[in-house]
């Protein structure tokens, strides 16, 4: 997670890994030569701020260990439609976090906002040790390999202390989908490290003797990037209000889905406590979700989404560029913190050239 999401969880004091999770200050971005395993483009730009990424699993648990402390009442329950109905009936509000959880479809999908209709990238991802380190300022590695996909490293911490997050993006139908067929996990391994000799040679030297974190330390799957109305009326009348991927659901490709979490949870959080005693009506439900939408969702939905059509021209002239323009570079790595400021020019590949240009 990037910097502006930080400050949100640090708003909270649930910053407890500081003194443990690497800290990285920098995005590389690589651009293979299309079917020659050989780097065509590279740059690093360096962040402002650093950023840190965390296991889940250990996230998770220990923020539901405080929840609880602090007088919060955590009950572990498979929430079925009927659930979230009697939940809705007997509170003043309902919110929906259910991730790619399938209760997520009493949401419907926002026609408008939702650009795909299919899983534009097949995800496989490893939590590794003996990773190499690749450099003197750590960092997220991005290489994109043309006709394949991308293959994402960054330094974290997991269960067992540091690692490194590896993560394949394959384009449907293309080789990284092997990983899709995989029997186990030290298979994934395996066929990991075969990807990696093959279509990213310059990776693979420093993976030559990882070890997975854990025996759950995989991942791997597909799912549809969308956008859903924000609001759903339950059989009993009520409305639930729905928050992060439940309604916003991204490609990892550009690391948005937890800063963008952590942003609308921060947003949410401040328009209940603006309400005082007035209800949580769905007009206020639709005005919450519009806040989060203009302020961070749409950005990062859009940066996600462009990186997803590597074919744009203009988006590659941007990332090829960068390799000439070192602030160029740093303007880009820090995009990713708030993708609110690739916009509006990267929609549009004249201005995108004009703010090219303004670098040089
Ligand atoms: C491979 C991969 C890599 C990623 N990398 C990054 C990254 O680098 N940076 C980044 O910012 N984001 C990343 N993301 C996205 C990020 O993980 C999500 O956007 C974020 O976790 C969303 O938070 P959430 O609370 O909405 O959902 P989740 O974190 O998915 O949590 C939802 C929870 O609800 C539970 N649940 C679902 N249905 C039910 C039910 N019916 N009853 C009870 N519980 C239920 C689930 O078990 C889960 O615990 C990545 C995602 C993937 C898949």
Same mark, same amino acid.
């Given at each position: 997670?990037?910097?502006? #999401?930080?400050?949100?969880?640090?708003?909270?004091?649930?910053? !407890?890994?500081?003194?443990?999770?690497?800290?990285?200050?920098?995005?590389?971005?690589?651009?293979?030569?299309?079917?020659?395993? /050989?780097?065509?483009?590279?740059?690093?730009?360096?962040?402002?701020?650093?950023?840190?990424?965390?296991?889940?699993?250990? $996230?998770?648990?220990?923020?539901?260990?405080?929840?609880?402390?602090?007088?919060?009442? !955590?009950?572990?329950?498979?929430?079925?439609? %009927?659930?979230?109905?009697?939940?809705? $009936?007997?509170?003043?509000?309902?919110?929906? %976090?259910?991730? $790619?959880?399938?209760?997520?479809? *009493?949401?419907?999908?926002?026609?408008?906002?939702?650009?795909?209709?299919?899983?534009?990238?097949?995800?496989? *991802?490893?939590?590794?040790?003996?990773?190499?380190?690749?450099? +003197?300022?750590?960092?997220?590695?991005?290489?994109?390999?043309?006709?394949?996909?991308?293959?994402?490293?960054?330094?974290?911490?997991?269960?067992?202390?540091?690692? @490194?997050?590896?993560?394949?993006?394959?384009?449907?139908?293309?080789?990284?989908?092997?990983?899709?067929?995989?029997?186990?996990?030290?298979?994934?391994?395996?066929?990991?490290?075969?990807?990696?000799?093959?279509?990213?040679?310059?990776?693979?030297? /420093? +993976?030559?003797?990882?070890?997975?974190?854990? /025996?759950?330390?995989?991942? $791997?799957? *597909?799912?549809?990037?969308?956008?859903?109305?924000?609001?759903?009326?339950?059989? =009993?009348?009520?409305?639930?209000?729905?928050?992060?991927?439940?309604?916003?659901?991204?490609?990892?490709? #550009?690391?948005? =889905?937890?800063?963008?979490?952590?942003?609308?949870?921060?947003?949410?959080?401040?328009?209940?406590?603006? /309400?005082?005693?007035?209800?949580?009506?769905?007009?206020?439900?639709?005005?919450?979700?519009? *806040?989060?939408?203009?302020?961070?969702?749409?950005?990062?939905? @859009?940066?996600?989404? !462009?990186?997803?059509?590597?074919?744009?021209?203009?988006?590659?002239?941007?990332?090829?560029?960068?390799?000439?323009?070192?602030?160029?570079?740093?303007?880009?790595?820090?995009?990713?913190?708030?993708?609110?400021?690739?916009?509006?020019?990267?929609?549009?590949?004249?201005?995108?050239?004009?703010?090219?240009?303004?670098?040089?």
């Amino acid at each position: 997670m990037f910097d502006t #999401a930080l400050q949100i969880e640090r708003r909270w004091g649930l910053n !407890l890994w500081d003194d443990e999770c690497p800290w990285n200050t920098s995005v590389t971005f690589t651009l293979g030569e299309p079917g020659a395993a /050989r780097k065509d483009v590279e740059w690093k730009g360096r962040t402002q701020r650093p950023f840190q990424s965390i296991d889940q699993r250990l $996230k998770f648990s220990r923020w539901l260990d405080i929840f609880q402390r602090l007088g919060g009442c !955590l009950i572990v329950q498979r929430v079925a439609l %009927a659930d979230l109905d009697e939940i809705s $009936k007997w509170h003043e509000l309902t919110i929906v %976090a259910s991730g $790619k959880g399938e209760i997520g479809q *009493c949401f419907t999908r926002d026609r408008q906002r939702s650009m795909f209709d299919r899983p534009q990238r097949t995800l496989a *991802c490893l939590y590794v040790t003996g990773m190499l380190p690749a450099e +003197s300022f750590p960092g997220v590695r991005v290489n994109v390999i043309p006709e394949v996909g991308e293959y994402i490293t960054m330094p974290g911490l997991t269960l067992g202390g540091r690692c @490194e997050m590896m993560l394949f993006e394959g384009i449907p139908g293309r080789a990284f989908d092997a990983l899709s067929d995989v029997a186990g996990v030290d298979e994934q391994l395996n066929v990991s490290q075969e990807l990696l000799a093959r279509y990213v040679p310059w990776e693979a030297e /420093r +993976s030559a003797s990882i070890k997975l974190a854990d /025996r759950q330390a995989t991942l $791997k799957g *597909c799912y549809t990037p969308s956008v859903k109305h924000p609001t759903a009326r339950m059989p =009993g009348g009520k409305f639930v209000l729905g928050l992060a991927d439940a309604v916003v659901l991204n490609d990892p490709i #550009a690391g948005q =889905g937890a800063n963008t979490a952590a942003k609308c949870a921060g947003v949410y959080f401040d328009r209940i406590i603006e /309400r005082h005693q007035e209800p949580f009506d769905e007009s206020w439900m639709q005005g919450t979700f519009e *806040c989060c939408w203009r302020q961070h969702a749409q950005a990062s939905t @859009e940066w996600s989404n !462009l990186l997803l059509l590597s074919s744009l021209t203009h988006v590659v002239e941007l990332l090829r560029s960068a390799a000439r323009l070192p602030n160029l570079a740093d303007t880009v790595a820090n995009g990713f913190d708030d993708a609110n400021a690739f916009f509006p020019w990267i929609a549009d590949p004249l201005q995108t050239r004009g703010v090219i240009d303004s670098f040089k």
